[in-house]
């Protein structure tokens, strides 16, 4: 049988001999602690750089840490790269006229691009409360960004349902009301799982959400973090994970090549399905990145990020 052209694609995306349909990547950092931690940082950031992402993001921690870490950190990436930077907001156990204010700052600095988030509950809090004088949920933070400046907002979605929604299709409501107010992408929370993630990419088109999805890829650094990590954001770790990393000790040369691997597998999967950006979750680290991009076969100025 003779095949269709979408096939020969998906089929280029999985030789490496064939051009593989472009893709671009962000990347996601988060603002290092420590003067080692920061050497590290600035190291890496260089090395990640110079695979041109189509912007960085930085997250931002709970408790005011979007002011003094995020803010000044996005400003020194933006100076020393000259890269688009989007900033985390987030809006759980502020004010509203905090997040306001810092969303200000942020467009007098230039800052056009925001990822609009409620954020978690303290460590130790049972559950959410919403402050009475703030942004309850992301829906409402997005509304009230909107009402400040023509910022381009990013949101998060989770082929996997965030762990506190009642149900998937309310998840899927909240996904609406988030596009609704005014949020113009959708970075996906990884999902190991590369199924789930088209099915969840299905939804969204079944669903009229017509934003553009760019799934999350977790390189996995080290396998019991990423675990422990995933328990507490709902990201569901496979047997088949389980199973390949088991007893290989997190920085040893064989965790590495699995985990490129893996990665770089998912990628290619997705890029042969027809997603032509994803967003790298890189921890601040830059090798497992480098490799997946090369495993990817391009993504901006790879000589230089050996
Ligand atoms: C790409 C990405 C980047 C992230 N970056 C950061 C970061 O920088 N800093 C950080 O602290 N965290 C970050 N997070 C984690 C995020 O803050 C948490 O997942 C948080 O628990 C939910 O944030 P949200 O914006 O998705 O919330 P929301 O979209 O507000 O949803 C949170 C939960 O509330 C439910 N909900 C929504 N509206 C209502 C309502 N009216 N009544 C009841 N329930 C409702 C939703 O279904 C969902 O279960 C990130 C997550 C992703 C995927």
Not at 65 to 76: A, D, I, K, N, S
Not at 118 to 138: K, M
Not at 203 to 219: H, K, S, Y
Request: glycine content about 8%; aromatic content about 8%; charged content about 25%.
């Amino acid at each position: 049988m003779i095949p269709t052209a979408q096939e020969t694609t998906r089929r280029a995306a999985w030789s490496y001999d064939a051009p593989l349909p472009s893709v671009r990547l962000s990347i996601e950092c988060f603002p290092p602690r420590g003067e080692r931690a920061a050497a590290r940082f600035w190291r890496n950031l260089g090395r990640l750089a110079s695979v041109e992402p189509v912007f960085l993001s930085v997250t931002c921690g709970a408790g005011g840490t979007g002011r003094e870490g995020t803010f000044p950190l996005v400003q020194e990436i933006r100076r020393r790269f000259g890269l688009e930077v989007a900033a985390h907001l987030t809006c759980a156990g502020h004010s509203r006229a905090e997040v306001d204010d810092l969303a200000r700052a942020y467009w007098r600095s230039g800052v056009r691009h925001l990822v609009a988030l409620r954020g978690d509950p303290p460590d130790g809090a049972a559950r959410y409360e919403p402050r009475p004088d703030g942004y309850a949920y992301a829906a409402d933070l997005v509304a009230g960004l909107r009402r400040i400046a023509d910022f381009e907002i990013s949101v998060a979605g989770y082929p996997e349902t965030h762990p506190e929604a009642p149900s998937p299709a309310f998840d899927l409501d909240n996904l609406r009301r988030k596009v609704d107010a005014g949020a113009s992408r959708i970075i996906g929370q990884y999902c190991f799982d590369t199924e789930k993630v088209l099915r969840f990419r299905d939804t969204l088109q079944r669903a009229g959400i017509r934003v553009p999805f760019v799934p999350g890829i977790m390189p996995i650094h080290d396998f019991a973090r990423i675990k422990r990590f995933s328990r507490r954001c709902g990201a569901s770790v496979p047997l088949w994970l389980e199973r390949m990393f088991c007893g290989v000790p997190a920085d040893s040369p064989l965790h590495a090549m699995i985990a490129a691997s893996i990665a770089a597998e998912q990628c290619r999967r997705l890029v042969a399905e027809g997603f032509d950006h994803l967003h790298i979750y890189a921890l601040n680290r830059a090798s497992l990145t480098l490799a997946v991009c090369r495993l990817l076969g391009g993504a901006g100025a790879l000589s230089a990020a050996a």
